[in-house]
């Protein structure tokens, strides 16, 4: 294996053997393990495995969990591999350590899209400088949960891991036995020969110590017992008997409470505060200015012996709050500012092919339409909140976060000590998203923990603080050209679109060590436009970036969230104009594309596309490709009382090799009640610089009498791992606001959806 991939042994105290693996986590569509084992380079290590003295299987969990059941899938690849029962791996949830890097991430975000239609590696589209591809490879080792990717990243490294601790194991007992490797066979954890003798990996913990194996492989697909079965997730019997530690369960001797009032106004600040009648109530002990750490608003805490009564003493505080410098910000004026952009500026071009002017020029016919989506939240169901401790110049860190590194860098900077002092542990998540990406929240439970003399404190917000100060989903809005031949086909389509770009912000806030310019092409805005995967002759797609000052942020399925329901909502514009069945029209279209052919082929077959339904219902259907994954879906829809209610959602997913089929049903309906969420109600509005929005009853989720039958059908597939948490989400909306022109005959381009 050379320097590419090294085992790292070490017999400790307690008689384990650890294991660790320098394979970088690259994306699996663009490597394999054999490339793997054969590339030359010094990487840093990714990850362990600890073997126990009892023959238990511990891995290091780099991953973050909050419900997708990542840990259960990772645990299955090494059990897998080391040939152990499930319930025989434990999980040792790691910290802040950047040996756990994380590539998929770091490819979504980069300006550039790497796939063509069918998810082949193919030359970048706009040329990327050696010096970003350096920064990211050298410096953005993040640990991070986020972007559908963590069995894409690990599908690969861990099951090398596993088979590399499993052969010392396997070599070890055989040097003991005085006989061939290769005729030992394990079977649940246990080592044996013909021979007679056998033994547990533990008892031979420490003969593998220090051995380095060779011929090491993987197991091949026919001889999976684990992988692709359904398997019970790991975290779901803490969850329900209530062992689950959230962030809001730490609980330390001497822990003090605290929660916060930042100003209503996005960036706006305290002019003047009196905090006598706060701190005259009891269990009150201190008010804490609070700065405008990672991107967030400045504001107070106040600190108590308990949760409410900091929450009291909140309520209590008199302050005069200030707007920003920059003026107040306003949702309507900022959709002008984006129509504006939209009509005078060119935007960054993501995608051209063919000719497109000269096929306006010829066109017979033109079709135009403008969609619009706006500001969204995050509103995980557990709000932000951070538990702190700064004494004798160390800082620890209990916080549910997707980015454990980051929160190491925020504590070690506010607290002004080495990154070496701070250590981060990780809780489970109520919910991500992407608002866990953010560390604003940590700055703050670290500023109040270096103002209480050493005593660990727990710093919550409230829902309203939550809904008010989030990093918010972007308003985005896009204009559609399509030209029609003299024979009524699609010979051009054109599409512009404007909106925040994310991650130049989020990279100088959250990065600050790559220092990319604030003007760099982000491909997140621009996603699931300039890469339709529908044939048609020329195209050109381009995006203006604008800068509104609202602090926006990752959200689940990032640009693809609105983008998808741009696109396939005029797709289907374009059959009705055509005079197309929308599915033979998409058909038609994807000749050059089996594989989103087979996936909406399978989604229609299943629900029935073209068979009569009730009186007073209708279908529509969205087909869309994000994070590796394709997903389409058929939604079945009806007007009660004048509202939209849908009754059925059927997906079918090519998401690649599938690890635990009953975790890919799961998220398939995960998103499907999150995406109709959004598109039935969400909407952040701004108004004099205040959300408007701040708490469920203005901001509302379906309800379980709302929500649709979702049924998932998963595409039999042997390409590497894709992802799932998010891929089901774009095509919602759409697929809802089709049925619903299908059913009334009016089409849908704004959203939240209405009738």
């Known amino acids: 294996m050379k320097r590419r991939t090294w085992l790292l042994s070490a017999l400790g105290a307690t008689g384990a053997m650890v294991v660790g693996w320098s394979v970088l986590p690259a994306r699996s569509r663009l490597g394999s393990p054999e490339s793997m084992l054969k590339t030359e380079g010094d990487l840093a290590l990714n990850g362990w495995i600890k073997i126990a003295a009892d023959g238990s299987v511990v891995l290091a969990m780099p991953r973050s969990e909050m419900g997708q059941g990542v840990h259960t899938a990772l645990a299955m690849l090494v059990a897998e591999e080391m040939d152990v029962p499930l319930s025989r791996v434990c999980l040792e949830q790691a910290g802040d350590d950047s040996i756990y890097g994380n590539v998929a991430m770091q490819v979504a975000s980069l300006p550039f899209h790497p796939l063509d239609s069918e998810g ?10 050696e010096w970003v591809v350096g920064k990211v490879a050298r410096e953005l080792g993040i640990n991070a949960t986020g972007g559908s990717s963590s069995i894409a990243d690990l599908w690969d490294p861990l099951r090398v891991a ?56 993987i197991k091949s697909r026919e001889h999976w017992q684990l992988i692709g079965q359904f398997a019970p997730r790991s975290d779901i019997p803490s969850k329900v008997t209530g062992q689950a530690q959230f ?8 822990m003090l409470f605290a929660t916060v009032q930042m100003c209503p106004m996005l960036g706006g600040s305290a002019a003047s505060m009196d905090t006598k009648d706060t701190l005259a109530l009891k269990g009150v002990s201190k008010v804490v200015p609070l700065d405008a750490w990672g991107g967030g608003t400045a504001g107070l805490a106040v600190v108590g012996q308990t949760t409410w009564h900091a929450h009291l003493g909140a309520q209590a505080l008199k302050v005069q709050w200030q707007a920003p410098a920059a003026g107040v910000l306003d949702s309507q004026r900022i959709q002008a500012d984006l129509l504006k952009a939209l009509n005078t500026e060119s935007g960054f ?48 860190i209990w916080v549910p976060t997707q980015v454990p590194q980051m929160v190491r860098d925020m504590a070690a900077k506010v607290a002004k000590v080495d990154k070496t002092q701070v250590a981060v542990h990780v809780t489970q998540l109520g919910g991500g998203f992407g608002r866990r990406l953010e560390v604003d929240f940590v700055g703050q439970a670290v500023q109040v923990a270096m103002a ?11 829902r309203e603080e939550d809904m008010t100060h989030d990093f918010y989903r972007p308003m985005h809005l896009a204009k559609f050209q399509a030209s029609l031949d003299d024979k009524g086909q699609v010979s051009s389509l054109r599409i512009k679109s404007a909106g925040d770009a994310i991650t130049p ?5 959250a990065v600050p060590i790559l220092s990319l310019p604030v003007d760099m092409p982000d491909k997140t805005t621009s996603e699931g436009l300039f890469d339709l995967p529908y044939g048609f002759a020329s195209q050109h797609m381009s995006h203006v970036a604008t800068s509104s000052g609202v602090p926006v942020g990752f959200w689940r399925s990032v640009g693809h969230s609105h983008n998808a329901f741009f696109s396939e909502s005029f797709i289907d514009e374009l059959a009705a104009a055509t005079k197309q069945d929308p599915l033979a029209f998409r058909l038609h279209w994807l000749k050059d594309a089996p594989h989103y052919a087979a996936v909406l082929q399978l989604a229609a077959d299943q629900a029935g596309w073209g068979l009569p339904l009730p009186a007073g219902r209708a279908r529509g259907l969205a087909l869309h490709r994000s994070f590796g994954s394709i997903v389409a879906q058929v939604a079945e829809v009806s007007l009660i009382k004048g509202q939209i209610h849908v009754h059925r959602v059927v997906c079918a997913i090519d998401c690649g090799t599938v690890v635990n089929p009953g975790t890919v049903a799961q998220q398939m309906e995960s998103s499907v009640i999150f995406g109709l969420s959004a598109a039935l109600f969400g909407q952040i509005d701004i108004v004099g610089g205040v959300v408007q929005q701040s708490n469920f009853p203005s901001y509302p989720m379906v309800t379980l009498s709302q929500a649709p039958t979702v049924e998932t059908h998963i595409v039999p597939s042997t390409r590497h ?35």
Request: charged fraction near 15%; charge should be positive.
């Open 452 to 462: 209480c003399e050493g005593q660990p404190v727990q710093l919550s917000w409230s």
């Open 162 to 217: 596993a088979a590399m601790a499993r052969a010392s194991l396997v070599h070890a007992a055989a040097a003991a036995w005085k006989v061939p490797a290769s005729e030992i066979t394990v079977v649940h954890g246990v080592m044996q020969h013909a021979s007679g003798p056998s033994a547990h990996y533990g008892q031979m913990v420490a003969a593998a110590s220090g051995s380095t194996p060779t011929g090491i492989q």
């Open 247 to 254: 962030g809001g369960d730490v609980r330390l001797p001497g």
């Open 721 to 755: 791992p894709a992802g799932v948490g998010e891929p089901a989400v774009p095509p919602l909306a759409p697929a809802v606001g089709n049925a619903l022109f299908a059913l009334t005959g009016k089409r849908q381009r704004a959203l939240p959806l209405k009738v």
């Open 120 to 129: 082949e590696h193919k030359p970048t589209l706009i040329k990327m400088s």
């Open 349 to 396: 071009t993501f995608h051209e092919q063919g000719v497109p002017a000269q096929a306006e020029k010829a066109a017979v016919t033109r079709i135009d339409a403008l969609y619009q989506a706006p500001y969204l939240a995050h509103a995980t169901m557990e709000p932000m909140n951070c538990t702190a401790q700064v004494k004798d110049g160390q800082v620890e």
């Open 505 to 509: 912000r989020y990279a100088q806030r």
